[in-house]
């Protein structure tokens, strides 16, 4: 059974551009959630989509958005970035029963 | 507002020794999550603790999960170098949402020989 898969892998931005990742589930899993890792602030929880609805969404200000597709593939987009959105972002799918999170490898995003 | 705090943050242990990281949240869920990290990788989940009192082993690896205490613990018996990594609790949070995973800070674990 395939994992979690992230794209891209790295990024380097600028500041003031936007930038769109992408994260495809694990087959059957519904629910597809955000995270930011960084140094400072450790892992932080950015929001979480179910059935293309989002239903829960962190303390991140509103440049941070996602969505999900009818096949539960999920992106999140940043605009207006800046130095501190340089991070690892995680995302992670459950199913509907356990509630088990995997994770993807993760995008590496630097800004510059 | 939900918070997890792990202790120690910083743990630095001879091959062979055994020890505890302490896992503790601050309001009632019915979740709670180990997952481990090596540097540069992504999250591996090692256990999921659904009720109090659950314990669960996977090698060297043993946590169990208090809910009225709100207290989970990772004990490590007789470590090993590949042991060396950053483990992370995490707690569900609120409204049944599968997501929505409140972490730790993490401890980063050393095994020496």
């Known amino acids: 059974k395939a994992g979690v898969t992230q794209t891209p892998r790295y990024l380097i931005k600028t500041r003031g551009q936007q930038v769109t990742l992408s994260c495809s589930p694990i087959?059957?899993?519904?629910?597809v959630s955000w995270y930011q890792q960084t140094p400072g602030q450790g892992l932080q929880f950015l929001f979480e989509?179910?059935?293309?609805?989002?239903?829960n969404k962190g303390n991140f200000p509103g440049r941070f958005s996602g969505r999900q597709f009818s096949n539960s593939r999920s992106e999140m987009n940043v605009s207006t970035l800046e130095l501190g959105d340089s991070a690892l972002y995680l995302c992670?799918?459950?199913?509907?029963?356990?509630?088990?999170?995997?994770f993807g490898q993760g995008t590496r995003l630097t800004v510059v | 507002e939900l918070k997890v705090e792990q202790n120690p943050l910083f743990l630095s242990m001879q091959e062979g020794k055994n020890y505890t990281i302490y896992c503790n949240y601050s309001t009632t869920s019915d979740r709670l999550y180990w997952y481990r990290q090596d540097p540069g990788k992504s999250l591996e989940s090692l256990f999921v603790l659904l009720s109090n009192g659950a314990v669960k082993q996977e090698g060297r690896l043993m946590a169990s999960l208090d809910t009225k205490a709100r207290l989970s613990t990772l004990h490590i018996t007789a470590a090993v170098h590949d042991l060396s990594a950053t483990y992370f609790c995490a707690v569900g949070g609120h409204g049944g949402s599968q997501g929505n995973l409140i972490f730790g800070k993490g401890t980063k674990l050393s095994v020496k020989p």
């Open positions: 989509y179910f059935s293309e609805t989002q239903r």
């Open positions: 992670a799918s459950s199913s509907t029963t356990l509630g088990e999170a995997f």
């Open positions: 087959s059957g899993h519904r629910s």
